[in-house]
């Protein structure tokens, strides 16, 4: 089985930063996407950003210039730098891993973590 594990969120006040890191584990052979989604109160999930093994990175609109993905292949794990952050940031993040090739499984599979609070507000 492939677990998402989530860290980093927390409160912030606006203008501060947080990082988040996103490991996954399990007989992961391959991944090919990874990146983050969040979800405001009332407010349907959005990409925010993702990043592909090869390291191309595409951002949502709304942070671009402010958040910066970036992804450690041997490790599995993605990371999210989030600087000059806003209330509007205000979210639970999620992290996802898609086309995961798993050990003695056949076929590409998705997954998602858990989600961790990201509170932006003085």
């Known amino acids: 089985q492939v677990q998402l594990v989530e860290s980093g969120g927390g409160l912030v006040q606006p203008g501060g930063s947080l990082s988040l890191s996103c490991a996954a584990s399990g007989s992961i052979f391959s991944i090919n996407a990874m990146g983050w989604h969040r979800q405001a109160p009332g407010k349907e999930r959005e990409l925010v950003a993702a990043i592909t093994s090869g390291g191309s990175t595409n951002y949502v609109d709304s942070v671009k210039g402010r958040f910066t993905i970036s992804r450690d292949n041997a490790k599995n794990t993605v990371y999210l730098q989030m600087n000059s952050l806003k209330p509007e940031d205000t979210a639970v993040y999620y992290c996802?891993?898609?086309?995961?090739?798993?050990?003695?499984?056949?076929?590409?599979?998705?997954?998602w973590g858990q989600g961790t609070q990201v509170t932006v507000s003085s």
């Open positions: 996802y891993a898609s086309g995961v090739l798993v050990r003695n499984r056949v076929g590409l599979s998705d997954y």
